[in-house]
């Protein structure tokens, strides 16, 4: 492999949080995308997505050289499941059980796998592959429903806005200090360098139609690993071993570029990728109409999600 780029930066000013990764050797090239914690007890530190990324790349990096596919599955699931069992978590002690209870308090993350040996890649969940400028589409239809959802409730409180705004013109000024008005005015605020900082504000404020959708992102969890309309694969340590998993062919001189979901319309470059990604910033900030996703930009944080771009000549 030849690597041409790569970059791998997680959405928050503290790198130590980035929930993506990626691993280059001389056998396999990887990126790795930690699912965004839906966590009720917060057992994971610093979170389910960063620890679960973690272990992967490490799995990844001690592959023997011609692993199949199902080796490689068998393999990063089961450093996920040996993890339940040694009870790494925050509290001393942890009821393994209950990761095959609540499926959302389980580690999770996403995978795309090139193996050089055997010239292929294997697309574990939703992570991106583009061969030779082609892309493989890789979106859940679970994803694109709760995008859609996320939108509805997003437009939504955005008519309560402008009726509350419209009898606001009509009422009287209050006399008393009135506190912010608008989630801009609450989410953020500008340091001595020009910089836009993210106060420490609850999730409500800063999301509220994410919040609205939280109950059915933890539902989700629920089809991880099912098949039928809704099904999905995730690495969690319960995976099926016969789940149909997409594999892409490479050949030698093939130029590939794997990817996380966090550049949501990939391109051939990293500087068009970025591009894009700029654009929706600017056009479609909230992410709720060009492209309805289930959380959008954060005032003072670099993008709406860890971003991974990995790019090679095999």
Avoid at 73 to 87: F, I, M, N, P, V
Avoid at 97 to 117: K, M, T
């Amino acid at each position: 492999m030849r690597v041409i780029e790569r970059c791998c930066r997680g959405k928050k000013a503290d790198q130590s949080l980035n929930e993506d990764g990626l691993v280059v050797t001389d056998d396999f090239a990887a990126v790795v995308d930690g699912v965004t914690s839906k966590s009720v007890r917060r057992s994971w530190r610093p979170s389910g997505g960063v620890v679960a990324k973690d272990l992967l790349l490490e799995a990844i990096a001690a592959l023997p050289a011609d692993a199949t596919m199902r080796q490689v599955q068998s393999s990063l699931d089961g450093r996920l499941r040996a993890e339940y069992a040694r009870c790494g978590c925050a509290d001393d002690v942890v009821d393994t059980a209950l990761f095959e209870r609540e499926p959302w308090e389980r580690l999770q993350a996403n995978a795309v796998i090139y193996s050089a040996r055997r010239h292929e890649a294997w697309l574990f969940g939703d992570c991106q592959i583009m061969v030779n400028g082609v892309q493989t589409p890789t979106v859940k239809r679970v994803d694109k429903l709760l995008g859609e959802l996320r939108s509805f409730a997003a437009q939504a409180l955005a008519l309560d806005d402008s009726e509350n705004d419209a009898v606001s013109h009509t009422s009287p000024v209050p006399t008393a200090t009135a506190g912010p008005t608008s989630i801009a005015d609450t989410s953020a605020t500008t340091s001595e360098t020009g910089d836009v900082k993210s106060l420490d504000l609850p999730p409500a404020i800063i999301d509220p139609a994410r919040e609205m959708i939280l109950p059915f992102l933890r539902l989700q969890s629920r089809f991880a690993n099912r098949r039928g309309e809704y099904g999905y694969f995730v690495f969690d340590g319960f995976t099926d071993p016969t789940y149909l998993i997409r594999m892409v062919p490479v050949n030698p001189g093939d130029e590939v570029v794997l990817a996380s979901d966090g550049y949501p319309l990939l391109r051939p470059t990293m500087a068009e990728s970025e591009r894009e990604l700029n654009r929706l910033r600017r056009d479609d900030p909230r992410l709720i109409r060009d492209y309805r996703t289930t959380k959008g930009f954060v005032p003072g944080q670099e993008s709406f999600d860890d971003r991974t771009y990995l790019r090679f000549v095999a």
